[in-house]
């Protein structure tokens, strides 16, 4: 069966502790991993799209990366301002160019001051 | 760009009403979007994708004459759930994919709080 899992759950990180979220995925083909921030009470805030294994972006202080399994969230040097729900999503090659996303559960940070 | 927003906000209604959600693409035309439902702690769940000028597809388990769908044009497209009851409060999340876009992104709105009583 097709998943995405995310972990951890949640997270609490003091401001500028360094730290990385987790998300695993496993569908017969991958044709894009997607990152949002999730705000309490609002829609999910777009970060990142990745493509291919081994692929990297990064925005301020997030940097995602991209394997064959799974993809991370580097967070460097949080700010409380980055306490949010993050989300992963992948989009699967079958699904054509449907644009169906399947979510993971998402990771609750709380970066406290 | 790639701005997506929904109306009402919130709404509470009493059971066995209908609610209508409208969503819409403000600076770009979207030929498809999708609603999705997030209950409190869990994450989006996909109920259906809206196609403009044909019939929504929806996702398994999806009620299609409880959640109906229409996307009347390149900018709207609205979600109206039928005879509300209480299990049917949610949050109810509508997002497009524009058309300029290189990667398969979309974009989301801000949401809309239905709450059933």
């Known amino acids: 069966e097709d998943q995405v899992t995310q972990s951890p759950e949640a997270l609490r990180l003091q401001e500028g502790e360094s730290s990385s979220l987790n998300c695993s995925y496993t569908?017969?083909?991958?044709?894009?991993l997607f990152w949002y921030r999730q705000d309490p009470g609002k829609g999910p805030e777009f970060l990142f799209t990745?493509?291919?294994a081994g692929e990297e972006k990064e925005k301020e202080r997030l940097k995602a990366t991209l394997t064959k399994k799974e993809s991370f969230l580097h967070i460097t040097a949080p700010k409380p301002e980055d306490s949010a729900t993050y989300l992963c999503?992948?989009?699967?090659?079958?699904?054509?160019?449907?644009?169906?996303?399947?979510f993971g559960q998402g990771t609750t940070l709380q970066v406290k001051p | 760009g790639a701005v997506v927003s929904q109306h009402p906000s919130w709404v509470i209604c009493k059971s066995g009403t209908s609610v209508k959600i409208e969503c819409r693409s403000l600076?770009?035309?979207?030929?498809?979007m999708f609603w999705y439902r997030q209950f409190p702690k869990q994450s989006l769940m996909l109920m259906a994708t809206s196609n403009e000028g044909s019939k929504a597809t929806y996702e398994q388990g999806v009620e299609k004459d409880k959640f109906l769908i229409n996307h009347a044009s390149l900018t709207l497209s609205t979600l109206t759930v039928t005879s509300a009851h209480p299990e049917d409060s949610s949050f109810y999340i509508c997002s497009a994919r524009p058309p300029q876009v290189v990667g398969n992104e979309q974009f989301f709105g801000p949401g809309t709080r239905l709450t059933v009583l």
């Open positions: 990745l493509y291919s």
């Open positions: 569908v017969s083909g991958l044709r894009g």
């Open positions: 999503a992948v989009q699967e090659v079958r699904s054509g160019n449907t644009g169906k996303l399947i």
């Open positions: 600076d770009f035309q979207a030929t498809t």
